[in-house]
Nanobody, 121 residues
Framework: QVQLVESGGGSVQPGESLRLSCTASGFIYSNYWMGWVRQAPGKGLEWVSKISNAGSVTSYADAVKGRFTISRDNAKDMLYLQMNSLKPEDTAIYHC??????????????RGQGTQVIVSS
């Protein structure tokens, strides 16, 4: 079955950086778009970024554009999110998620357990 395991979260100060990782298994990773979604305390799920199956196309939510970079390593079945210039409003649980079959739409229901990111001074 699809398994997605995130890591790399932590507690940082505003302006600092973090790199999140996601290990995928249970499916042919290189066949799917992948993405990151997040859930801030008391709020619903929010799409953050996505990347095409070959890694050549990326897309970002306006809130993170220019600060976050998504990437993938299809040889290792890994997904990454480099987060720079972090802000307190980036505080959330970050989940990786798989795209729907033959689609660039991210399936929120496929998300892993997530990794906590806290940005506070």
């Amino acid at each position: 079955q699809v398994q997605l395991v995130e890591s790399g979260g932590g507690s940082v100060q505003p302006g600092e950086s973090l790199r999140l990782s996601c290990t995928a298994s249970g499916f042919i990773y290189s066949n799917y778009w992948m993405g990151w979604v997040r859930q801030a305390p008391g709020k619903g799920l929010e799409w953050v970024s996505k990347i095409s199956n070959a890694g050549s196309v990326t897309s970002y939510a306006d809130a993170v554009k220019g600060r976050f970079t998504i990437s993938r390593d299809n040889a290792k079945d890994m997904l990454y999110l480099q987060m720079n210039s972090l802000k307190p409003e980036d505080t959330a649980i970050y989940h990786c998620a798989r795209g729907r079959r033959l689609s660039n739409e991210i399936d929120f229901g496929s998300r892993g357990q997530g990794t906590q990111v806290i940005v506070s001074s």
